[in-house]
């Protein structure tokens, strides 16, 4: 209850800045020598044009795909959090109050390959759903999360739901592998509450999830690149199918550069660092155990 709460409340906060992330990853090079947006603010701009002639067409536009990210994102986070709150406590010491690294990156990357069954699915209809006001050609009908579903599945069973499976779990176990040690730390550094819990106050957990959040997601954005490249279906003019993971990362390096790879970074760090300063305050705070009215877990 406290990851899905906690996932439900981080992703609607961050899903516009996440929609500006997947077109600014997604743009390649043009025949012309362009690129269809010049920044952030400018992809920002153009995507709120592009939503429709009023205000609160402009506003949906700014969620097109957020549905099915909402409705999955709710187990997903519960299997993250709660998947590396298990192994922490598994891979504790008696009497230990902090994991070593080591540990505390074994946990975090077991966390990350659980949490990929629902992540991978999630990603990849979230992905077509934000490209579509990308590539669509005029006349041409957006689809839903469901018809997309129906698609994929027609086409390729339920393993065409699972496109991109290598690429999410590298992604995903690489950032909770770099997260989660990192957030314990810098959460084990801040004042701690007056009532007894031994908990961090309410902005220590918060700028402990900020901060782990944004170093991790630049970390592993280059994998988060090539992860949005290889879940893109409809692909744009002279935009290249990838074979897998190295022949991405080669093919981007030789015809885009170095900086390539770290298309969409600060827009990627603008999300998941409030993402995860938020879910992860949000499932610190222990609402779920408040409504059962049962005892608030511990944390290690």
């Known amino acids: 209850m406290n990851g899905g709460l906690a996932g439900i409340i981080g992703v609607s906060c961050v899903f516009p800045i996440d929609l500006v992330k997947t077109r600014l990853q997604n743009q390649t090079v043009g025949a012309d020598g362009k690129l269809q947006y010049t920044g952030i603010a400018d992809c920002a701009k153009q995507t709120w044009k592009a939503g429709g002639a009023t205000s609160f067409a402009k506003f949906k536009g700014m969620y097109s795909g957020s549905g099915v990210n909402i409705l999955l994102i709710t187990p997903e986070k519960a299997i993250k959090l709660v998947a590396n709150d298990f192994f922490r406590h598994k891979l504790a010491k008696e009497g230990e109050k902090q994991l070593s690294v080591g540990r505390g990156m074994l946990a975090g ?53 699972y496109k991109g499976l290598s690429s999410t779990l590298a992604r995903d176990v690489t950032f909770s592998v770099i997260y989660f040690p990192l957030f314990a730390y810098l959460d084990s550094l801040a004042p701690r509450k007056s009532d007894g819990s031994g908990d961090a106050v309410f902005y220590g957990s918060f700028l402990a999830g900020l901060t782990s959040g944004a170093a991790s997601s630049f970390c592993v954005t280059p994998l988060d690149v090539i992860k949005t490249r290889m879940q893109t ?66 944390h290690v």
């Open 109 to 161: 990357g077991l966390a990350g390959m659980f949490q990929i069954s629902v992540t991978t699915p999630m990603e990849l209809l979230k992905i077509q759903m934000q490209d579509q006001g990308r590539t669509l050609k005029p006349g041409q009908k957006k689809l839903s999360a469901t018809e997309l579903t129906m698609k994929f599945v027609k086409e390729n069973g339920i393993a065409g739901l």
């Open 233 to 298: 279906i409809n692909k744009g003019a002279n935009e290249v199918v990838y074979k897998n993971i190295p022949d991405a990362f080669v093919t981007i390096l030789k015809n885009e550069g170095p900086k390539a790879l770290f298309k969409g970074a600060a827009c990627r760090m603008m999300v998941m660092a409030p993402l995860f300063g938020i879910a992860q305050t949000v499932y610190y705070i222990g609402v779920a155990e408040k409504i059962l009215g049962i005892q608030k877990g511990a």
